[in-house]
């Protein structure tokens, strides 16, 4: 069965439902009842797909060398500070039995952790003092380049998904497999974009929720203002896109609804590396443990991702994801909170 | 009188005082009371001191000849929706009578507006495909090259001030012969940062509110990342900054506070000319109009200031902030309100 079948139980069409109610735009499913309280159920289980890597990363601040890295990993270590979180991703023979026990003490699932003959991916990569773009010195795919996600019951049951950055093909391959998934989420590249646009596109298709950044948008909608390639990818099909602009925020654009977030202002940012996949594990964390898809809901999953974002980029591989809890993450979404929500009060 | 000595009227102190009333961060001086109703006297006057100039704008999506520009122009034309203004400027014989009567069919008073022997000043750029910089092709200051601006007893009375980019020296000869101005706000630009750091920095410190772009302020500042540099900036004796991202908002920082404001997502950006003057109008202009300057004020000041930018940037020359209305600037304030608040619920 595909997400696609089950849409009427995701973001858009929740969102639809709560309109048709007379609930107002940012009125919700059940919203009002909930909110505020804890949630009335156990935080939903997140299945994601993706790398887990060997990092080493220079920036103008220090450096780190064959580091826990990856999108698996980044997501895995934010989002389960939220939700339990299964992991399915490829390492080699050489990958470290501490980092497999840095993920177990989190919580997080590591039955779709294969280990395959040959080594783990390595990525090497520097960032200039902007800190803006990052420039990949060498990529070695290793056992990732053959990597085929293989899923248990287990993992087809998973209501949430994150399809972190892959070769699409596999992202539709593992969309098919889900069983009833709530909430889809992908991220993608400018590497898959350039090569298989159309694959990426059908995966925009079918999620609930399509991560990008904002080159990464404006290429695949072939537009140079980042609103009108928003607005073209949901002419395209999406159902909802979240832009991430990296230290100036995200922006969430689905056709009934667009909130923006600016990024938590961070002033040790020393590795950017990694900060998109925390930021979804925020948001899609904080959607697992709240059960919830209204617009409120979605608000504060931005806030959360937002975060989460902000943490990891504070030092290299994921060493602040770690080292956070729950108190400090609620204080970040609090100051985000105080930052940018105003009372309207009559402009004239 | 100085600015400085009056400064238990302004905006930081007043802060502090609301901090020391025990009503909290997000407190304001007397702002509950005040809150969402009608401003209780009339708005203040604003006093602009800047360029008035003819410009001349290429970019990707057309071009004007000789059109209305200037700071104190894009300034007025925003700042006029909320209260009423006084323009400080210089025009030479060749200035067209009809800009005049534009300006004064909005109620801008034009006394301060001195017409020189001479050619108006004249600006001629492009922007490329990204609209991020300005490339100026060339510059003709002509009568504005002698600027003095010459302030009689109505301006120095005005409450409200701001310093639109011109030599610092002028700035803080301007600032001296105020009379008991409740908010100053200076702007300022990179080539005076290259060229009289110190004195730009002597503005910022006797001003409440300095209005800096982002590459501006780092550059002032010494810093590399935008946060430190904020920090660093209130280190030199800043009371208040608003760093403006073009496209990515704007950032609000004194001791006491930060605030966030996103661009508004403009779908038809056209010539982001006179955007940050056309901010610090809506901005300074709810103040004056507000009478208020407590946080709450504060944070709607920068949502109108959003507003206002967003508006300018859809046209060449000023001309949207002339066929805008209050219903269209009310609208968008309240749709950023939308986009950005969320109520906070337990994180955990």
């Known amino acids: 069965m595909s997400p696609r079948g089950d849409r009427d139980r995701g973001t858009g069409d929740a969102r639809k439902r709560a309109r048709a109610a007379g609930s107002?735009?940012?009125?919700?499913?059940?919203?009002d009842a909930r909110r505020g309280g804890k949630p009335s159920a156990a935080p939903g289980e997140i299945v994601v797909v993706g790398s887990v890597a060997l990092d080493s990363v220079?920036?103008?601040?220090?450096?780190s060398g064959e580091a826990l890295g990856g999108s698996a990993s980044y997501f895995s270590l934010s989002a389960c500070h939220f939700a339990p979180v299964r992991m399915v991703a490829v390492v080699g023979e050489d990958f470290p039995l501490a980092h497999r026990e840095t993920f177990k003490s989190r919580g997080v699932d590591l039955e779709g952790l294969e280990a395959a003959p040959g080594r783990t991916f390595r990525w090497r990569g520097e960032y200039d003092v902007e800190l803006g773009h990052a420039?990949?010195?060498?990529?070695q795919l290793n056992v990732f380049s053959d990597f085929h996600p293989r899923l248990d019951d287990r993992h087809r049951a998973c209501p949430f998904v994150f399809l972190a950055n892959i070769d699409p093909e596999l992202q539709l391959e593992v969309l098919g497999q889900m069983?009833?998934?709530r909430l889809t989420v992908s991220d993608t590249?400018?590497?898959w974009i350039a090569r298989k646009p159309d694959r990426v596109l059908e995966v925009l298709r079918r999620v609930d929720v399509a991560l990008l950044n904002e080159e990464e948008a404006k290429s695949l909608a072939g537009e140079t203002q980042l609103v009108r390639a928003a607005d073209r990818l949901l002419d395209q099909g999406a159902s909802a896109v979240i832009v991430k602009k990296g230290e100036h925020g995200a922006l969430y654009r689905s056709r009934e609804e667009r909130f923006i977030t600016p990024a938590y202002p961070v002033e040790t940012l020393t590795d950017p590396t990694g900060a998109g996949d925390s930021f979804a594990g925020g948001f899609i964390g904080w959607l697992a443990r709240s059960g919830r898809d209204d617009g409120h809901a979605l608000r504060q999953a931005l806030a959360c991702g937002t975060a989460m974002a902000s943490l990891a980029i504070e030092d290299f591989s994921p060493q602040r994801l770690?080292?956070?809890d729950r108190e400090e993450i609620a204080r970040r979404v609090?100051?985000?909170h105080h930052m940018v929500s105003f009372?309207?009060?009559?402009v004239f």
């Open 24 to 31: 107002g735009a940012r009125g919700g499913v059940g919203g």
């Open 322 to 324: 770690l080292e956070t």
């Open 343 to 346: 009372e309207l009060e009559p």
């Open 334 to 336: 609090g100051l985000l």
């Open 179 to 181: 069983r009833r998934p």
């Open 189 to 191: 590249m400018n590497y």
């Open 58 to 63: 220079r920036t103008p601040f220090g450096e």
């Open 135 to 139: 420039h990949t010195l060498e990529t």
